[in-house]
């Protein structure tokens, strides 16, 4: 079944592979995002919570105003699809980068 918007909506789809040990800076974005894992492991962390390990098939919905990174396990490449949906205000503010004390404690 296909569906038809009623006007024209943006979307944006990407793809990101990560190397082993590879992660991205944190972030925190205003736009719906869901990542779909295609191939690897990896970390998705939000602030404050737990990491949650990632494998192939594994979806996480992030919501507007999330703060968290995501990227490869120590030991494994990672690549997923992302689909973003913008918000009105849709912007992305950069936080620091995970640290490697942080990032080594994941196994």
């Known amino acids: 079944m296909a569906l038809k918007a009623k006007e024209p909506i943006g979307l944006c789809l990407g793809y990101s592979k ?5 992660r991205g800076i944190g972030k925190d974005v205003a736009n719906v995002i869901v990542r779909t894992v295609t ?28 703060k968290h990174w995501h ?16 918000s009105e205000n849709g912007r992305t503010e950069w936080l620091e ?3 490697d004390t942080e990032y080594n404690k994941l196994k």
């Not at 690897?40 to 494998?55: C, D, H, I, M, T």
């Open 18 to 22: 990560s190397n082993n040990r590879g």
């Open 71 to 86: 990227g490869a396990a120590q030991d494994s490449w990672f690549t997923h699809i992302a689909i973003e949906v913008p």
């Open 97 to 99: 980068p995970v640290s």
């Open 39 to 66: 191939h690897g492991r990896g970390w998705y962390q939000e602030w404050g919570k737990p990491a949650v390990e990632l494998k192939p098939g594994d979806k996480v919905n992030i919501a507007p105003g999330t």
